[in-house]
């Protein structure tokens, strides 16, 4: 089981805006940035958000990141059908020993 | 343009150490950044397994660090990974990525190899 918890998985129509939730604690999101990578089936995952809400160049900007307290949430507008892919956030726990830690990725479903 | 290639063993023996190096072009390791390593079960989600700095520092995920190695080779711009006493649970595709960031809360992967399939089975 994930410390990040984000959704299973998320659907939505051409057009429509979608969000994917990712939800951690003080020890990793509060302190720390979350980065947000897409993986298309088959392919390596991209980095899509980094520092909570900084875009890549490259990556359009209806993709967008935000952080509030222990929770983060990517958003996609204007979704098209190649943004169907699995989605997983990220960040830095400080518990332990430390450890880079995913949550368990969202398949997001363009219907 | 930064370039990740993996290589090794497809399939390795349980009890054995899998190995797997990643080549790099494009940019030369010992310039800077940190590299690192994650898997992916099959049909599951992503682990990091741990992090070099070209310096040769390392970070290793609590849950494998008593058997994961990772080491660097600037002369030949690659760095490597081994994990020890292999089991099933460690069949996964593996990937290589350059980090940014220069302090831990700040990393993400900006760069990503393909990834290599690696079996644990007799």
């Known amino acids: 089981q994930s410390v990040l918890t984000q959704p299973p998985s998320t659907s939505g129509t051409p057009g429509q805006r979608v969000t994917i939730s990712c939800s951690g604690s003080s020890s990793n999101i509060e302190k720390n940035y979350v980065s947000w990578y897409q993986q298309l089936p088959g392919t390596a995952p991209k980095v899509l958000i980094y520092?909570?809400?900084q875009r890549p160049s490259g990556v359009p900007d209806r993709i967008s990141g935000s952080k509030s307290g222990t929770s983060a949430s990517l958003a996609i507008s204007g979704l098209r059908s190649e943004d169907e892919a699995d989605y997983y956030c990220a960040a830095w726990d400080d518990s332990l020993s430390g450890n880079v830690i995913f949550g368990g990725g969202t398949k997001l479903t363009v219907l | 343009q930064v370039q990740l290639q993996e290589s090794g063993p497809g399939l390795v023996k349980p009890s054995e150490t899998l190995s797997l190096t990643c080549s790099v072009s494009?940019?030369?390791?010992?310039?800077?950044?940190?590299w690192g390593w994650i898997r992916q079960p099959p049909g599951k989600g992503l682990e990091w397994i741990g992090t070099?700095?070209?310096?040769?520092?390392?970070y290793y995920n609590p849950s494998l660090k008593s058997r994961v190695t990772i080491s660097v080779d600037t002369s030949k711009n690659q760095f490597s990974l081994r994990v020890t006493s292999v089991t099933a649970a460690d069949t996964a595709v593996y990937y290589c990525?350059?980090?940014?960031?220069?302090?831990?809360?700040?990393?993400?992967?900006?760069?990503w190899g393909r990834g290599s399939l690696v079996t644990v089975s007799s």
């Open positions: 520092r909570n809400n």
């Open positions: 070099i700095y070209h310096s040769g520092s390392t």
């Open positions: 990525a350059r980090q940014q960031g220069w302090l831990v809360r700040d990393w993400y992967f900006d760069f």
């Open positions: 494009g940019y030369s390791i010992s310039s800077g950044y940190y």
